[in-house]
């Protein structure tokens, strides 16, 4: 077979384009040289049109309108029988069952980062970045329970390149190379406000990451699955990349996930009671029986706002993204009929267009775009029975999202060391802090030195003088 020239291939191009009335997507195509052009040819090969017609013409429906919304039933953070299930979740943790897996293609254009989220210097006192702290507690686990764990680490086309030159650069944290699998999710089309795709330079389509959600499908047409199949991989722990305090593996919520009666096996959550009605916090609900997670901003106030007998939030299960999925569900979301596959999300967005008039590329003032995206949570609805279990905020949550305030790094810094603080305690070492009770000083555990508090229990911690930076 002779491969095709780049005038077929640009024909073929045009034909898809004419066919979907998008030519205006081949103006300044003569501005092009040769690679441009084979890079513009790949792009158009790689969009859904079909898929594109199809969200363009059904409007996002308030799915939760007339429906009956409860909160979600949660498992306590200390169950019945807690040792039995963190037993259970370490057998399977030490038969390789368990992959730990990163979702990284967001585009982190809060935080304003020169790079992809996870280089981003995020340990409290040494400034690890977000990949190392991921792989040190990999490392530590490894050790632990005598496995290789392997890895997934999802990227998008935007920063798959920049994300595995930091890995190669770091040796990839000395892992053993066959364990890791980085690949990129799909990209979706932006759509302008008459419904058209946009053109963000000739030649160049503008397209975003098609949301965490995505990370199912890329999964599947990776060979990501195949690759944790061939494994003995059975169950994925899915975080995202922004968040150091997560818990990459965790052999109670592993055991919960597995042998816990209100699970199905198919998808299990983690999640930490609200701080107020308005924290902006996906919920976890039960929809006609069925647990889902209600967007903050799909929430009606008034449920939002419902307190119980205690006075205590009814709608209280924010989402943290921390989940555990079964390798055969994910396949039976992504292999099913067409019905299963996750809805697309759509977000109002500020995105530069290509004008062809001026013959340039503009930086719209105020939203001009729409966004589609699917959400990771929504898989819930596809499970059986989606189990929830309560965790502790300090303890697993600490995001980096924003440059500055809430949500930033400080503010992860101060929970990295609370926590650090409360496993010192924890382990009958004081700790100076304040009248208002805060840490007097910083400090920093590494996970080779423990993945929990009680991990401390033989480590001979040192004593913490007011204003120090402790790293152990
Ligand atoms: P966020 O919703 O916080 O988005 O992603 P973001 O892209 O990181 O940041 P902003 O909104 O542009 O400031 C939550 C998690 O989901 C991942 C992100 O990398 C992060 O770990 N994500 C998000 C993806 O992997 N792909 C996406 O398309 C979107």
């Keep these: 077979m002779t491969a095709q020239s780049i005038s077929e291939r640009l024909d073929a191009a045009m034909m898809v384009l004419k066919t979907h009335d998008a030519m205006h997507l081949a103006d300044g195509l003569d501005r092009l040289d040769e690679d441009a052009l084979d890079a513009f040819v790949q792009q158009i090969a790689g969009i859904d049109f079909e ?56 585009q982190g254009t809060r935080l304003g980062w020169n790079g992809p989220k996870g280089t981003f210097p995020a340990a409290c006192i040494t400034g690890k970045p977000l990949f190392r702290m991921f792989a040190e507690q990999l490392n530590a686990i490894d050790a632990k329970y005598g496995i290789t764990t392997s890895w997934y680490v999802m990227t998008s086309p935007l920063n798959d390149r920049d994300t595995r030159a930091f890995f190669e650069d770091n040796n990839w944290f000395g892992r053993p190379l066959d364990s890791i699998l980085l690949f990129p999710q799909g990209v979706m089309p932006a759509m302008d406000d008459d419904g058209r795709i946009m053109l963000a330079e000739p030649g160049r389509i503008a397209v975003s990451p098609d949301g965490h959600g995505g990370s199912l499908r890329a999964l599947d047409r990776s060979g990501a699955l195949e690759h944790a199949r061939s494994r003995g991989v059975r169950h994925l722990s899915y975080f995202q990349v922004d968040n150091p305090s997560v818990r990459t593996i965790d ?69 943290i993204a921390i989940h555990l999925l079964s390798v055969d569900f994910i396949q039976r979301l992504t292999r099913g009929d067409a019905d299963s596959g996750l809805p697309f999300h759509r977000a109002r967005k500020k995105v530069p267009y290509w004008d062809s008039d001026r013959g340039e590329t503009r930086q719209p003032d105020a939203p001009n775009a729409t966004k589609f995206e699917m959400f990771v949570f929504d898989a819930l609805h596809f499970a059986d029975r989606g189990l929830v279990y309560e965790t502790d905020r300090v303890e697993e949550f ?75």
């Design 251 to 319: 052999p109670l919520f592993v055991g919960l996930h597995l042998e816990h009666p209100e699970s199905s096996v198919e998808m299990s959550s983690k999640m930490i009671p609200k701080a107020n009605a308005a924290e902006k916090v996906g919920v976890f609900c039960r929809i006609d029986g069925r647990t889902q997670v209600i967007e903050y901003s799909d929430l009606p106030t008034g449920l939002a706002e419902e307190t119980d007998d205690r006075g205590r939030l009814r709608f209280i299960a924010g989402s």
């Design 398 to 472: 600490a995001p980096i999202k924003n440059a500055t305030g809430v949500d930033s790094a400080e503010s992860s810094a101060m929970l990295q060391t609370e926590r650090a603080a409360r496993w010192f305690e924890a382990n009958d070492v004081a700790v100076p802090r304040n009248a208002e009770g805060e840490v007097e000083g910083r400090i920093e555990i590494s996970p080779a030195t423990g993945l929990e508090s009680c991990d401390l229990a033989d480590v001979d911690l040192p004593k913490m003088e007011p204003g120090q930076d402790l790293v152990v």
């Design 51 to 106: 898929e594109f017609a199809r969200l363009r013409e059904t409007p996002e429906t308030g799915e939760t309108a007339n429906a009956k919304i409860e909160p979600a039933l949660v498992v306590p953070r200390r169950p019945e029988n807690e040792d039995a299930y963190r037993r259970a979740g370490a057998e399977a943790i030490s038969r390789g069952e368990i992959a730990a897996f990163t979702v990284a293609g967001g």
